[in-house]
Every structure is written in C-alpha cells, then in structure tokens.
C-alpha cells in the first residue's frame, strides 16, 4: 500500500468481509447494522478506507434495505455470479440481478468454488466478463495451493490463473478490477502467507498486470490478500507497498474483530 505526503493512498484500502455460507438473513443484517454502529463510534472514515461486505444471496436484498434506508457507507457484493444473463439456468443468479440489487462488488473464483465446485479458468474468464455486461466490479480470486506451494511454482501458477480470467477485457474495464491473492493453504486453516508472501505475489501480479494491460492499469488495480486475516496481523501485510486491502472469511463474522481489521489504520500509528 502505497501513501502520499498528504496522508492519503494512492490506491483506496479495500477491506473486505466474505461470510461465505453463514449468516441467514436476519442474522446478516443484525450484524451488519452492529458493524455499522461500531464503525460509527469509531467515528470511521469510509472515504479513506472503503468498507465491503459479501453476504450470502439470500441476505442481499436485506442488506440493501438496510444501506439504503439508513445511508449507510458500506458496499456489498454477491459471492458469485453467472455467466448467463437470463434464462433456463437453474440455481445460477444473474449478474443483472446483483445489478439492480445495488451490488458494487461480485466475488470471482474464490478457491473454495475452483476446487469444489470444479470451476475452470475459461469459467471464470466467462463469469467476469458478465460482471462487466451488469456494472458490477469483480473481485477476482487467483492462488496456489500447498503442493504448488512447496514446489515453487506459486507465482507462475497464480499469474496463470490470472491471464486466463481477464484475456479479452479492455484496459478501461481492467482499470476498475480488484484481485484477491488467496493463498488456498492459509484459508480458514490459522496459517498466515507472512506479509513478505503477500508483498511478493502482489508485487507479481502488478506487474503481469502491466505487461498483459499497460503501466497505468497496473497502478491503479488493486491487489488484497486473503487468508486467515486478524486484526493483530492485518497492519503488518497493509504495510506491504502492494498490498491494497484484505479478503476476510472467518474474522468477518466477529464485529469487533472485523472493525478492528478496518481501522488497521491506527494499528499502523501506534505499531
Ligand atoms: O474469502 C476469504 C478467504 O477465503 C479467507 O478466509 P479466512 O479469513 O477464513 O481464512
């Protein structure tokens, strides 16, 4: 993450909290109206640091209810779309809907849909050109796994991922894009990339992102890291130059840890 001298980024953090399959859609609005006390006390600065949430489908058009209705500064995403616009479809939901639902925001291959539910690159590639037809920015995932891990490979496989799902894109719509690295041995399993595996990839990913688009695509995209983020380790890799933001599953579900990741900012003063 990258400041200048006026105190502000180059490139606004993205704090993002994916609940995954949790929360119906009481609970999700219960704890998004908590979050948005908490960050109303916290006297929080939503145009310094922009704050998402993916709910489950089902809870979305309650969370709109409630950011409309209140005003409320945090945006929302679908955890995944289509790559149909309409039709005989069964099950998939459009990117029109997440549209009209006042989605900002589309998680795209996050992990635990490329490895449970098989989903290919050329799927993927698919799915965010349709979040481009429907105004909504994709926040696509890409990451290796332990063995590739362990093998060295990382950061070849995970450029792979990301030059098959954003071939055909134009460098006006691959401006807006966000990329989450994900790291798949540090989900939800306590193990952290350090923020030196987090600054690597990223810095890595920027700049396959110059050479695929050009210079200016690759400055303003932003990259977040994903994987067992807490708030007493999301300051040290918001430190890393090219780390603009994290994809939070777990600590997303706990307000007061989650606001805490969002005010990393005053982790950074006080470390
Ligand atoms: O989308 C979020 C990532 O899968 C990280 O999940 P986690 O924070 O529970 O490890």
């Given at each position: 993450m990258t400041s200048s001298t006026n105190g502000t980024f180059d490139r606004?953090?993205?704090?993002?909290?994916?609940?995954?399959m949790n929360l119906d859609h009481v609970q999700g609005i219960t704890l998004l109206q908590k979050l948005a006390w908490t960050l109303d006390d916290a006297k929080h600065d939503y145009s310094?640091?922009?704050?998402?949430?993916?709910p489950p489908f089902t809870d979305l058009r309650g969370v709109q209810t409630l950011v409309k209705g209140d005003d409320l500064e945090i945006v929302y995403g679908g955890q995944?779309?289509?790559p149909f616009d309409s039709g005989?479809?069964?099950?998939?939901?459009?990117?029109?809907?997440?549209?009209?639902?006042?989605?900002?925001?589309?998680?795209?291959?996050?992990?635990?849909?490329?490895?449970?539910?098989?989903e290919s690159d050329e799927l993927l590639n698919r799915k965010v050109q349709a979040a481009y037809r429907h105004n909504v920015v994709p926040v696509l995932?890409?990451?290796?796994?332990?063995?590739i891990r362990q093998a060295g490979n990382h950061v070849e496989h995970t450029l792979g991922q990301l030059?098959?799902?954003?071939?055909?894109?134009?460098?006006?719509q691959a401006g807006n894009l966000v990329v989450a690295?994900?790291?798949?041995w540090a989900i939800g399993t306590g193990e952290v990339a350090g923020p030196g595996d987090a600054q690597e990839m990223?810095?890595?990913?920027?700049?396959?992102?110059?050479?695929?688009?050009d210079e200016s695509v690759a400055a303003r995209v932003r990259l977040l890291y994903g994987g067992s983020v807490k708030a007493s380790n999301a300051a040290a890799i918001l430190k890393e130059r090219d780390v603009d933001g994290v994809l939070v599953g777990g600590a997303s579900l706990d307000v007061d840890e989650f606001a805490n990741i969002v005010r990393f900012e005053h982790h950074l003063v006080t470390d």
């Open positions: 606004r953090p993205l704090i993002a909290g994916n609940w995954k310094r640091v922009e704050v998402a949430v993916f995944d779309l289509s005989a479809y069964t099950g998939d939901i459009s990117g029109q809907f997440l549209e009209k639902l006042g989605c900002a925001y589309v998680l795209v291959g996050h992990s635990e849909r490329r490895t449970i539910h098989g995932c890409v990451g290796e796994g332990l063995e030059r098959e799902d954003v071939a055909g894109l134009s460098t006006e690295y994900e790291p798949v990223c810095a890595a990913i920027r700049a396959e992102l110059a050479v695929i688009f």
